[in-house]
Every structure is written in C-alpha cells, then in structure tokens.
C-alpha cells in the first residue's frame, strides 16, 4: 500500500503543480509584468496575448529537452570519449573500434534481415487477415483473437515461443510443439526439406527480391540521377543480399541429426526467422485493426462498378481496393519497422544474442551494462538513432504533405 500512496502522491503533485503554475504564470503575466490598465492596456493585452502560448508549451518544450534532447547530446559525447581515460576525449576511435568487431557486423546484418521480412511479413498477414474477416460473420470474434497478441509484452510473447521452441532429452516427453513435430518426420527426405531446402529457398527468394529492388534503383539512376542517395540505396541492398546469401549456404551446409530433438535457436539459418516469427505474430494484429478500418473505408461504388465490369474477386482487391489504401499500408510498414530498427526484448530474452542472433539493441545493452564500455556502447546507440530518424523525417514530411 506504501507504494500505492506515493504513486497517488505523486499524481496529485504532477497534476497540481502543473495546474498551479499555469495559474501563476498568467497571474504574473497579467497583473505584474502587462497589466491591463493604464494609456498602455492595449498594447499590454496584445503583447500579453503573444507571449500566453509560449507558457503553455514551456512546459512540454522543457520536458522534451531534458528526456529527449539532453540524452541524444550526452550520448553522442559519450560515443566519442573514453571513460577508462577519465572521459578523455578519443574522437572516432569508438567507431572504429565497433566497426572492427564481428559482433557489430553481425548485429547488423540481423537487423537488416529483421528490416525487411517482419515489416513484410506483418503487412501481408494484417492485411490477408483484415480482408478475409471481413467477409464471415464471426469476423469480429477472430479479428479480437488475431489482435489479442497485442496486449501480450514483448518478453511475455517470448517466453511463450521459447517453451514452443523447447527441447528435452530424447528419453523424456517433449513439451515442445515444434520438436514433437519435428520428431514425427523421423528422419530422411522431409528433415532433409524442412531443415535444409525450404530456409535456403526462403533466403534466396529475399535475395531475388532484394535484387529486383536494386536493379530498379539502378535504372532510376540512369532516368532520373540521384547517384549518391540510390547509390547509397544499392549498396545497402547489396550488403542485405550478402546477408541472405550467407543464411542460404548457412542452412544448405549445416548438418542436423535426424530422428532426434533439435535445438531450434542454435540452428544457423532458422533461429533467427523464429524470433522473427514472435514479433511478426504480435504486430499482425496491429497491422489487421489499421488495415481494416482503410478497407471499410472503400467506396462501396468503386467496388460494385469493378464487379459490374467482370473484375474477378483477385481483380478487385489487387487494382481496385489496394491502390486506394497504399497510403495506409505504408504508414503500417513505417510504423512496424521503427519496431523492428529498436528490437530488444525478443532476442534479450531467447537467445541473449547467441548463436548469431545478435541484433543492434542487444548489442549495445552488452557493451554499455556487461562490458561496462559506455564508449562503444553510446556508439551503437548513435547508429540505431541514425537509422530511425530517416524513416521519422520521412512521415513527418507526408504528414506534413497530406495536411496542406
């Protein structure tokens, strides 16, 4: 109860002071320092008038430089001093020294990975999900069922996957899903397909994709320029492709027992596309509720007039109904993968970073709190803000965009 009274306390006294100081900033403003009497009232009111919104946004702008400014600019004084030297100052030499290190690149390669198939995959079940729902009658009770993964933590989501990902010895029952599964193939071809052929597959689909995409930024160069900004682009998805191609050769040459319990988040090629599989499960439910509302949305004419012209259910949906809600689906996307740059919890609480698991996040925890190297630490921290604040211009600006 202790605790219960000074979160009370603490609310009466955060409500309260904000109240009492918006009564005495307008009192002094008003009475003392523009009063609104004497030849000059007038031009006390206006002025007084100016200066009053100012008052009420001191509070938020003072918050927002403390909690948000002061942090980014420590951290990236942090980033460039050595606090083994008392804080001496060391310039790039933390960046230099994280860029040397396996682990970095690895936490890298895993975050671009992350990137581009949980935004995705999301997306596509969200929106799969959305438009089949709203076809049946009991749609409301699954979409409720698909979004319930959402009221669900990220560590919570995890410790419930890992006793799905579980494995026992191969004398006791498993009370794993996947590994009683598993141990139903019994060997041969289908461990062979599952384990070996079907990631590979996966990885060198993402990487035709990932190719597709780079050779339409290489054509728009050559119409329309921007070598630095596309160039940059390519050379991303050039490192991504690598990546993909590494997790094939990876899941190709690995060798599994067969017939015996695997220990799924060990296995090069699949551990990670199963943390994937926790956060894409979490956030299809989020991507279901934004998409379903932009497909109720619609028209209804649109619709009836593709049908009155022979449009085919497929027709429909791919020409007429996505172009109308690809605002929507992007900003689902954006908002997804901001999740995804500053992922954390997930792998933090399956695999602490091992067996190549290794993601951007997890990675500066380890340096600033487990090493105790806040030099390094707050240099990886620099490059998760980095990689976040392009995509947060970016929605600025079409927010910005859609309200003029």
């Not at 619709?303 to 497929?314: K, L, Q, R």
């Not at 709190?369 to 929605?395: C, H, T």
């Amino acid at each position: 109860m202790e605790a219960a009274y000074k979160g009370l306390l603490t609310i009466f006294l955060g409500v309260g002071g904000c109240l009492l100081y918006f009564y005495l900033s307008n009192q002094i403003l008003d009475k003392v320092i523009y009063p609104a009497t004497g030849k000059n009232a007038g031009r006390n009111i206006n002025r007084a008038n100016m200066i009053r919104p100012w008052l009420f946004v001191m509070p938020a702008m003072v918050a927002l430089g403390v909690y948000l400014a002061y942090p980014v600019v420590a951290t990236f004084w942090f980033s460039l001093t050595d606090r083994s030297q008392d804080d001496a100052f060391v310039g790039l030499a933390n960046y230099q020294e994280m860029m040397s290190e396996p682990k970095f690149w690895e936490a890298m390669r895993n975050n671009m990975l992350w990137l581009i198939i949980v935004p995705a995959a999301s997306t596509c079940f969200g929106l799969l999900a959305a438009q089949l729902t709203d076809r049946i009658k009991w749609g409301s009770i699954a979409k409720s069922l698909i979004f319930m993964p959402m009221a669900i933590s990220f560590v919570g989501a995890a410790v419930i996957f890992k006793l799905i990902y579980d494995t026992r010895p191969i004398d006791q029952a498993q009370i794993g899903v996947l590994n009683a599964i598993w141990l139903q193939f019994n060997g041969g071809v289908g461990s062979w397909l599952i384990l070996r052929l079907l990631p590979a597959t996966l990885m060198l689909c993402g990487t035709a994709a990932v190719g597709y995409v780079g050779y339409g930024l290489f054509n728009a160069i050559r119409e329309k320029g921007g070598v630095f900004l596309r160039g940059l682009a390519i050379a991303l998805l050039g490192f991504i492709a690598y990546s993909f191609l590494s997790l094939a050769w990876g899941a190709l040459t690995s060798v599994h027992p067969y017939g015996e319990p695997q220990t799924w988040l060990t296995i090069p090629g699949w551990n990670s596309f199963l943390l994937m599989v926790v956060l894409i499960w979490i956030q299809t439910g989020f991507a279901m509720v934004i998409l379903s509302a932009a497909l109720r949305g619609i028209p209804e004419e649109t619709i009836e007039a593709s049908i009155v012209d022979g449009a085919n259910p497929f027709q429909v949906f791919f020409k007429i109904k996505m172009p109308q809600i690809s605002g929507t689906i992007v900003v689902v996307w954006t908002t997804i993968t901001l999740v995804v740059l500053k992922v954390f919890d997930i792998v933090f609480a399956m695999t602490n970073g091992q067996w190549e698991t290794q993601v951007l996040a997890n990675y500066m925890f380890d340096k600033l709190f487990r090493a105790n190297d806040w030099g390094i630490g707050s240099a990886s921290a620099m490059i998760i803000m980095l990689l976040v604040s392009p995509i947060l211009i970016w929605n600025v600006y079409n927010a910005r965009q859609e309200m003029k």
